[in-house]
Every structure is written in structure tokens, then in C-alpha cells.
T-cell receptor, first 113, second 111 residues
């Protein structure tokens, strides 16, 4: 298996623009997680899905952030409009029910100017 | 709410042992431990389950304290490859998959 795939790997955009981050989880994994990592706040869980259904989105910072999982092999995290404080590395991770070992994707480094 | 890890940073010589602590304001049902190397994604190391069972790395072990509000990770005979930032990640409650990552411990192993 190729592991968790994220795209793009790097994104530079200007304040006010819409940003869409994409994730393909490992085939057969029922859980998908979106994390954000910054120096100031560390690794924060934004939202997680189980069988394509959002279970807990309490970590989503504000209404500018939205996440979807239209099918078992694809999820998106959208920021609209983006702000400089959204600059971070965004990780997607997936896991199966057993032990919930999370497999992380390589991350998307987002820079908002 | 975020688990607090100690020490914040540690430097070891190859072959030395290390202990990393993870303290929570709530009782821990289980704890995942991850290691993240600079510029890379976190990688799962092991899980410590409620009854003390462990699954994961052969040279890394973990335990709970008596009140189960602290977990400790034990690195034995450290290797250069152990360098990185270690995170504990307990679930927020029983039956939830909402994992809260700790503050992190930077570990550097020198030759």
C-alpha cells in the first residue's frame, strides 16, 4: 500500500484566497483524522471521520474551515477565506479499528501571505 | 487539556537510557506514543492499554503511574535513530477516537 497520500505538499497563497487540501487514506481504514501543527500550538486535532461521517469537529478553529469525506478514499479540508494565522503543516492520518494506530500522511505545508 | 510532557528536551549518548513522562488532568484509558523526526510526519511507536498491556516497539516500553494520570515512556539503549520529538497521545475519553497530542519531548542521541 502507498500509505496516506496528501496533496499538495506545499501551498503558498494570499490572504483571502480559498485553499483546499486533499487526502487519500489507506484502503480499508475506517477512521480519518485531520491535524494542524504549529510551533505555538503543537499538533492539534481538527476533525475526525468514521466511515465517512464526521464524528468530532470541535477542533475546527472557526467557520472558515470545513472538511468533507464524500467516499472512503477521499477527504478534503477547505479554508475560505484563508488568513496568515492559518499557516501551518496540515496532516491527514488514517487508522483501522484495531488499536487505532494512526498512519500519517507526509503533510501539506501551507503558507498564507 | 493538552497533556504536558517532561522533560521538554533531553540529550543522550548512544547506549544510554531515557524516560519521558506524559501527565494528564484526566485519568488515562490508554496512551499512544509517536515519534516525529524533523520535517517528517509522526510515526506510531506503541500503545499502552488500560490494563498495562503494550503493543509496539521491542526496545521501547511504557507504564502508567498508580493513579493513571501519568504515563512514562522508557527508551532502552538508545540509538542514533531514536532522535526526534516524542509525543504521547491519549484519547480524550473512554470510547472516543479523539486523540490529544502532548506538548512533545525533543530527544537527541549523540554518538
Amino acid at each position: 500500500d502507498a500509505g496516506v497520500i496528501q496533496s499538495p505538499r506545499h501551498e503558498v497563497t494570499e490572504m483571502g484566497q480559498e485553499v483546499t487540501l486533499r487526502c487519500k487514506p489507506i484502503s480499508g481504514h475506517d477512521y480519518l483524522f485531520w491535524y494542524r501543527q504549529t510551533m505555538m500550538r503543537g499538533l492539534e486535532l481538527l476533525i475526525y471521520f468514521n466511515n465517512n461521517v464526521p464524528i468530532d469537529d470541535s477542533g475546527m478553529p472557526e467557520d472558515r474551515f470545513s472538511a468533507k469525506m464524500p467516499n472512503a478514499s477521499f477527504s478534503t479540508l477547505k479554508i475560505q477565506p484563508s488568513e496568515p494565522r492559518d499557516s501551518a503543516v496540515y496532516f491527514c492520518a488514517s487508522s483501522s479499528d484495531e488499536n487505532n494506530e494512526q498512519f500519517f500522511g507526509p503533510g501539506t505545508r501551507l503558507t498564507v501571505l | 487539556q493538552q497533556p504536558v510532557q517532561s522533560p521538554q528536551a533531553v540529550i543522550l549518548r548512544e547506549g544510554e537510557d531515557a524516560v519521558i513522562n506524559c501527565s494528564s488532568s484526566k485519568a488515562l484509558y490508554s496512551v499512544h506514543w509517536y515519534r516525529q523526526k524533523h520535517g517528517e510526519a509522526p510515526v506510531f511507536l506503541m500503545i499502552l492499554l488500560k490494563g498495562g498491556e503494550q503493543k509496539g516497539h521491542e526496545k521501547i516500553s511504557a507504564s502508567f503511574n498508580e493513579k493513571k494520570q501519568q504515563s512514562s515512556l522508557y527508551l532502552t539503549a538508545s540509538q542514533l535513530s531514536y532522535s526526534g520529538t516524542y509525543f504521547c497521545a491519549p484519547p480524550w475519553g473512554s470510547g472516543t477516537y479523539k486523540y490529544i497530542f502532548g506538548t512533545g519531548t525533543r530527544l537527541k542521541v549523540l554518538a
